[in-house]
T-cell receptor, first 111, second 112 residues
């Protein structure tokens, strides 16, 4: 059974810092990996999707990497801003089956 | 607004009552998913439709839960005889491929 773990569970940083969120998964046979953002009491917004054949994806200040063989992904956020404060969720797709999510990392960026 | 729409946004009910939630997916999406999320946890898969066919159900979906998607358009999720443990955010997502899911804002259920 696929399990997804995210470390740290919570993170607080001053504005302007670069930061890294970590995600690990137990079964390397994945179809793709996605990073989502969730604001309190809201739904999820997809940030980046990495196919299993890819190593990384970039969108603005966000960069996600994937090392499928070791079962790891990182989300790098450059020059963090207070508006980045949210919960970041990692999810893997085992194939033609539903996404499996981690518990998320709750990020607070302090002005 | 062409996003995924969920109603109601919030529902407070007493234990033992039945509740029904509705999800309107993005119109051209043939896949529809229901997830449940409790505080501090990631979303957990409940069930999945492709068009009107319910193709997969999680073991989390007890016999008190039923989901439908008539005509392959909107979907409803009904919980009968609600229990306090059913309190959670119920999230709906739709997609046109297995790859990218678009989520609604969710329905927050509180069972008193």
């Amino acid at each position: 059974k696929q399990e997804v773990t995210q470390i740290p569970a919570a993170l607080s940083v001053p504005e302007g810092e670069n930061l890294v969120l970590n995600c690990s998964f137990t079964d390397s046979a994945i179809y793709n990996l996605q990073w989502f953002r969730q604001d309190p009491g809201k739904g999820l917004t997809s940030l980046l999707l990495i196919q299993s054949s890819q190593r990384e994806q970039t969108s603005g200040r966000l960069n996600a990497s994937l090392d499928k063989s070791s079962g790891r992904s990182t989300l790098y956020i450059a020059a963090s801003q207070p508006g980045d404060s949210a919960t970041y969720l990692c999810a893997v797709s085992p194939g033609n089956t539903p996404l499996v999510f981690g518990k998320g990392t709750r990020l607070s960026v302090i002005a | 607004d062409t996003g995924v729409s969920q109603n109601p946004r919030h529902k407070i009910t007493k234990r033992g009552q039945n509740v029904t939630f509705r999800c309107d997916p993005i119109s051209e999406h043939n896949r529809l998913y229901w997830y449940r999320q409790t505080l501090g946890q990631g979303p957990e898969f409940l069930t999945y439709f492709q068009n009107e066919a319910q193709l997969e159900k999680s073991r989390l979906l007890s016999d008190r839960f039923s989901a439908e998607r008539p005509k392959g358009s909107f979907s409803t999720l009904e919980i009968q005889r609600t229990e306090q443990g059913d309190s959670a955010m119920y999230l709906c997502a739709s997609s046109s491929s297995p790859e990218k899911l678009f989520f609604g804002s969710g329905t927050q259920l509180s069972v008193l």
